[in-house]
């Protein structure tokens, strides 16, 4: 019998897709001894027995559940398994690690500019900074006193601005991990989103106080608050022109700013029938992307506000991965983009069962689903990045970890 550490690894190969012929083995064969010897994992599928006897598998939680119960919900895994490896489909992202450091939901994931560094924020109300290669913890800023929900990185590596549920803004310096100052309550109630200018001058925060506010850094003074608009601000962008604004809210409606003459340029009402839950710019500045609860990832051009291609999750089930879009981004140089989705859970009374979201790779120009990784966590994607030499994907759970992707060579 293979010791904990390494069927770990191979619960991490499995449940991301990476697995060999005889990873499935190996479980197979843990799964058949009498002493559950599969029920010791450590880390992500660790499991846990409360006082109330229900049992945690990793992100997943069975209530009102004995040992055997357990034993034939991983049974269930297998069998999935086994039915995916029988589907032969071209592997865009492969896995490559597992980060593990926080204790509550990941909300927000970046990483530099250099592709060198990725920052992650939590409900644990911790930043984290993290190098990818080789992927390990570097440092844990300061912990704050409410959580975290948002971040962004300027363009020079050294500025980070994140936001938090109280609505407070704070301001790092991330080569050294100091706080340089913190912005108290710049909005009456939590912080969605935050974005950072390209040109590092600006900074906007989007709230569900239903108002954006533009910053500008250097020196710190707050150049601009909207009016109060229609529905609660989930997500902000500003294009690399430094001057156009991207609002995504609460009711679907998606705004396109004027940094500069502070003027609204565009409003697509009714761009989704739900919450826009995401956002994400092309490379070429001329595109943007929004993900929604209505499940469907919408293409726009940013100059006319036209809509290119509607990439629709409609005919999966929600076990298949067609539940809402909470991240989505795209692939530098590339007409592809990444999406990762809630997950759904389900049972009643005392028994439920959570299951996590998926990751689609998209074509954006045929509109094609190119490769899905089914419950690549085991709880609901919150975020996700690319790096900016395309050859890095970072997903974060509502669990509190971070998977990494790399680009396969093909």
């Known amino acids: 019998m293979a010791n904990r550490e390494h069927l770990s690894e191979i619960l991490d190969r499995i449940l991301s897709g990476s697995q060999t012929e005889e990873d499935i083995a190996q479980l ?22 409360g006082e109330g006897k229900e049992i945690h598998i990793g992100d997943r939680i069975y209530q009102g559940a004995d040992a055997e119960t357990i034993k034939e919900a991983l049974q269930a895994i297998l069998q999935e398994i086994q039915l995916s490896v029988k589907q032969s489909k071209p592997v ?46 570097l440092s844990t800023l300061p912990k704050q006193k409410d959580e975290l929900l948002c971040v962004a990185i300027a363009n020079n590596n050294q500025t980070l601005v994140s936001g938090d549920k ?20 710049i909005h009456k109630r939590l912080i969605h989103s935050i974005a950072i200018s390209p040109d590092g001058k600006t900074f906007a925060t989007g709230s569900a106080n239903k108002t954006i506010q533009i910053w500008n850094i250097n020196p710190l003074e707050r150049l601009y608050l909207t ?22 809210d609460d009711q679907g409606t998606i705004k396109i700013w004027n940094l500069l003459t502070r003027e609204l340029l565009n409003t697509l009402l009714n761009g989704h029938e739900r919450s826009i839950n995401c956002l994400a710019l ?46 989505i981004a ?70 509190g970890s971070m998977i990494i992707w790399q680009r396969a060579q093909t």
């Open 330 to 399: 795209f692939c530098p140089n590339s007409q592809i983009i990444v999406s990762g989705s809630e997950g759904n859970k389900f049972g009643f009374g005392k028994t439920r069962i959570y299951f996590g979201g998926s990751i689609r790779i998209w074509n954006i120009k045929t509109g094609t689903l190119l490769q899905t990784r089914s419950k690549a966590h085991t709880s609901p994607i919150n975020s996700l990045a690319i790096s900016s030499d395309g050859q890095v994907l970072v997903t974060a759970s509502k669990a």
């Open 92 to 137: 865009f992202w492969q896995y490559r690690h597992t980060l593990r450091g926080h204790t509550d939901s990941i909300n927000a994931v970046a990483i530099t500019s250099d592709s060198k560094t990725l920052i992650s924020t939590s409900d644990d109300k911790t930043i984290k900074v993290w190098n990818l290669n080789p992927p390990k913890l």
């Open 282 to 327: 092309s490379q070429d500045g001329k595109m943007f992307a929004t993900g929604s609860s209505d499940k469907i990832i919408k293409i726009w051009n940013l100059q006319t506000g036209a809509l290119l291609q509607t990439l629709n999750q409609e005919g999966g089930s929600e076990e298949e991965g067609n539940t809402p879009i909470n991240a």
């Open 28 to 49: 197979r064969r843990s799964l058949s001894a009498d002493n559950l010897q599969i029920a010791s994992q450590l880390g992500r599928y660790n499991v846990n027995i």
């Open 227 to 248: 009016p109060k608009q229609e529905a609660q601000i989930n997500v902000v962008k500003i294009a690399f022109d430094s001057q156009t604004l991207i609002s995504g």
């Open 166 to 185: 109280e609505g407070n803004v704070q301001i790092w310096n991330l080569q050294t991990g100091d706080l340089i100052t913190t912005l108290p309550k």
